[in-house]
């Protein structure tokens, strides 16, 4: 009887679902205890930080740093204060900064969304540019016109990011003033409400991100194209159009998948020098000086919140992987 | 140079110097009233100042963890530039390190300097109306001495005895001292010592902060921007100029550049030195230095060999071409430093001899203190810009004495807390301050950054006294004993002082280049736009 039979076997991809759902909570959890751990690994602690040289203190006592490490709550053994984070955690209550005692939350908070757009921005051109650049020049390869995508993926992916960006402002900004050279966001308005500046840095992170998809995908698509399948098709006169649409594409783009996946995580908190080059009020520069700072539950909530978007963006890569291969639905998703 | 300061300064000189022993008065009552003409409605103004306009400007900053509002509290350069105008202090310093009038008229000490009385201005109103009293003052000392408030200021005003001090009318408050102090202002002049309003404990969104000063707060976003608009009932008859101001912050010196060129700021604070060369031939920008600069140094802790050995540290001090750092470090833009802080300040030793680079009497000295081809370990990190270029030079220079200089470089985010005070040899650098502000901090024996281990009982007790000494003849010759014991014997190696650079626009009129820290740095008040 149908009714009786295991929900799983029926429908293998909500199982799948279910699994991968299960295992990367269990991941973000790990990652907690792990991004709890590292922090408490580093040298010096906020204590040091707040009472260490800035203008006009001066280096303080270690009986002054011990009084302050029992108002921080720094002198407590480890396990109880990871278990109290994580406690608030669960009550959505991600505490105060150390440094300037405003809620986590709302430090996090102010700069997501410029963070997200951004990200999101980019990481839509980059499937655009990438994909659609490494099929085009997979579909023909060896030809002239994949030896100059090539040539151009390699010569751009080689240069660090401050350069390029320092050289997208010189040449928009200066030499064509088309964009602002900085990307000044009015405080509590969307950059979307003036797009001019998201111009450059999207150009910067498509530039150092799309050349390893464009490879990637060109290299995969060219192997396709090259594969038995294909050259039966062309055997049986389907049009070079349709054989890429309808038979290449998606065995190219299963295995680029985890690739956009790492590149689009890496959008959400790595981003520090297009960041602080175009002065782009993100989150990555702000986790890079919390980590300097030890503002440990600054810092701690916006890793996990970095986990978390991982994870999620991982997800979404193998998901996008067994729509695009019908073979890996249908073995349950097991690959 | 104003109307405002111009009289005020030499009247104080002719004082101190003259027979009003024990008066140091800082200013004459009634003296603003004959600089200003009133005001009146845009655009005239005094010397074809110009009304209105919102003026834009660009820092450095603290990030969004970090940024305070609090000005006992806001150490970053940015952080300083929204205290200072939107609260004053009751004096503050000239680009010389002296002292001018803010909201105290005067400051006057009795005979020994235990107590002094500070004659509040008339006429100042905070942001919301009410009038400036003596219990204002005596909150925000009490606020920046509180210990568990943690104030950083503390350490400076920790002289005072708050008990013992009180309200004597309307407008004068006496503050009690703990030793004799001649010059209390040099202390009231630091950079956190700003007037809060009494019982104000809390500086945020919700507690927006009110103050004195020519600007009141309108909005932050932490780590990005401020905004600020004009104080109408500001005392400073006529001031501000410009109808609203927006603190800019950008981490980065391009980023800052940047921010100038694309004409998103009106002037650009603390630019590169590469910047200002670069930048020295376009008519949109005028470049100007700071007529006094941050010094840079190597410190050696004299507690520890080699460098317990006061032939060393001459050794040491001499092997430095302090020329050649202040040309290719600092591009020009600096001064040579003389192993002595305060280059500038009142109490400065201006006699004693600049210390020169002279690797052959280095080379004896080490010869005579048995230590030839000395070999010891720079500590440096790109914690403050010029660090890791000056150290490297350093060791270049030093090969000519036979001493080894191996240079070793430590992250910069951890150099404060891990490296600094602890290895024997590393950099430091501070910003303009009065003498005795600075031998609190770094040089008496109980120093909380004692960066050269100088620990001298009798040194600490000639200290006291002359911080103490009333008769400023008196008082400046033991300071020139005190620095001559540093110059010759000291673990500081200042080899220079550099410049901070500021870059306006050309619509930018009345701005001043100002010394780090002093009362025209960052501020706005005298800013007009054409």
Request: hydrophobic content about 45%.
């Amino acid at each position: 009887v149908r009714a009786a039979r295991p929900v799983a076997a029926d429908h293998p991809l909500a199982a799948y679902l279910a699994r991968r759902l299960v295992s990367a909570v269990l991941v973000v959890l790990a990652a907690s205890a792990l991004i709890f751990t590292a922090m408490a690994l580093l040298p010096g602690d906020a204590a040091d930080v707040i009472l260490s040289k800035h203008a006009g203190s001066g280096a303080a006592s270690e009986q002054a740093k011990a009084v302050l490490r029992a108002e921080l709550g720094l002198d407590r053994p480890l396990p109880v204060r990871y278990a109290d984070w994580v406690a608030g955690l669960a009550r959505g209550d991600l505490g105060v900064s150390l440094l300037s005692g405003r809620p986590v939350a709302e430090i996090i908070g102010a700069r997501l969304g410029n963070t997200l757009v951004l990200a999101g921005v980019a990481a839509a051109l980059l499937v655009v540019v990438g994909i659609g650049l490494g099929l085009w020049a997979g579909a023909r390869a060896d030809r002239a016109a994949d030896r100059m995508v090539s040539v151009t993926a390699i010569s751009l992916g080689s240069l660090p990011e401050f350069v390029l960006a320092i050289l997208l402002i010189q040449v928009f900004a200066f030499t064509w003033p088309l964009f602002p050279p900085i990307s000044l966001v009015p405080p509590g308005a969307s950059p979307l409400a003036s797009p001019q500046v998201l111009v450059l840095p999207v150009l910067a992170l498509v530039a150092v991100m799309a050349p390893q998809t464009i490879r990637m995908v060109r290299a995969q698509m060219a192997e396709v194209m090259d594969s038995p399948y294909v050259r039966m098709a062309r055997l049986h006169g389907i049009t070079e159009r349709r054989i890429i649409t309808h038979h290449a594409l998606r065995n190219a783009l299963a295995p680029a998948a985890p690739l956009l996946a790492s590149s689009i995580a890496w959008l959400f908190g790595g981003v520090v020098v297009v960041e602080t080059v175009f002065n782009y009020p993100g989150l990555s520069r702000d986790l890079v000086h919390g980590i300097a700072t030890r503002d440990l539950l600054y810092v701690q909530a916006l890793t996990l919140l970095c986990a978390a978007a991982t994870v999620l963006v991982y997800l979404c890569a193998d998901l996008v992987a067994v729509w695009a291969v019908p073979k890996l639905r249908t073995s349950g998703g097991r690959r | 140079m104003t109307d405002f300061d111009h009289p005020v300064r030499p009247s104080r000189r002719a004082i101190l110097k003259g027979s009003l022993a024990g008066a140091a008065i800082l200013g004459v009552p009634g003296l603003l009233a004959g600089c200003q003409p009133a005001t009146s409605a845009p655009p005239a103004g005094p010397g074809g100042v110009r009304r209105g306009g919102n003026l834009r400007v660009v820092i450095s900053g603290a990030s969004t963890t970090d940024d305070v509002l609090d000005p006992h509290l806001a150490g970053s350069w940015g952080g300083g530039a929204v205290a200072k105008n939107v609260f004053d202090k009751l004096v503050a310093y000239n680009n010389d390190l002296t002292l001018r009038p803010r909201l105290a008229e005067r400051l006057e000490p009795n005979a020994d300097g235990t107590r002094w009385r500070i004659r509040l201005r008339h006429g100042v109103r905070w942001h919301d109306g009410k009038p400036l009293t003596p219990e204002d003052v005596l909150w925000s000392v009490r606020r920046i001495l509180d210990p568990a408030n943690k104030l950083p200021a503390a350490a400076g005003l920790k002289v005072v005895d708050l008990a013992a001090s009180r309200k004597v009318d309307a407008s004068t408050v006496e503050l009690a001292m703990r030793t004799p102090i001649a010059d209390l202002g040099a202390l009231l002049a630091g950079w956190y010592v700003y007037v809060v309003q009494n019982g104000t404990t809390r500086f945020d969104k919700a507690h927006p902060p009110v103050g004195t000063g020519p600007f009141r707060f309108v909005d932050w976003a932490p780590g990005e921007r401020t905004k600020l608009v004009r104080h109408d009932g500001y005392w400073e008859l006529g001031r501000p100029y410009v109808d609203s101001v927006e603190i800019l912050l950008a981490a980065e010196a391009d980023a800052r550049l940047n921010t100038f060129l694309a004409g998103q700021a009106d002037i650009v604070h603390e630019l590169s030195y590469v910047q200002a060369k670069t930048q020295r031939s376009n008519p949109q920008l005028t470049i100007h230095p700071s007529p006094v600069g941050t010094f840079h140094a190597f410190n050696m802790l004299t507690d520890r060999p080699p460098f317990n050995d006061r032939r060393v540290r001459e050794a040491l001090k001499l092997s430095v071409d302090r020329r050649k750092i202040v040309d290719s470090v600092f591009l020009g833009y600096g001064e040579l430093g003389n192993d002595l802080y305060g280059k500038g300040a009142p109490m400065y030793a201006w006699s004693l001899p600049q210390r020169s680079y002279d690797p052959a009497r280095a080379r004896a000295l080490l010869q005579a203190a048995g230590l030839e081809h000395l070999t010891v370990t720079l500590h440096t990190s790109e914690a403050t810009p010029g660090f890791v270029q000056s150290a490297l030079l350093f060791a270049e220079h030093a090969k000519a004495a036979g001493i080894t200089v191996q240079v070793s470089k430590s992250a910069a985010d951890s150099y404060w807390t891990d490296v600094y005070l602890k290895q024997p040899f590393t950099q430091t650098s501070w910003g303009s301050y009065a003498l005795e502000w600075f031998y609190g901090q770094t040089l008496v024996s109980t120093a909380p950054s004692n960066e050269t281990a100088w620990r001298r009982p009798d040194w600490d007790r000639r200290f006291a006294t002359a911080r103490g000494t009333m008769d400023p003849a008196a008082r400046e010759r033991r300071y020139l004993e005190l620095q001559r014991e540093l110059w010759e014997q000291g673990g500081n190696i200042i080899h220079s002082y550099a410049k901070w650079l500021d870059g306006i626009s050309p619509q930018v009129g009345g701005f001043k280049a100002a010394t780090v820290a002093s009362d025209d740095w960052c501020s706005y008040r005298e800013v007009w736009l054409s």
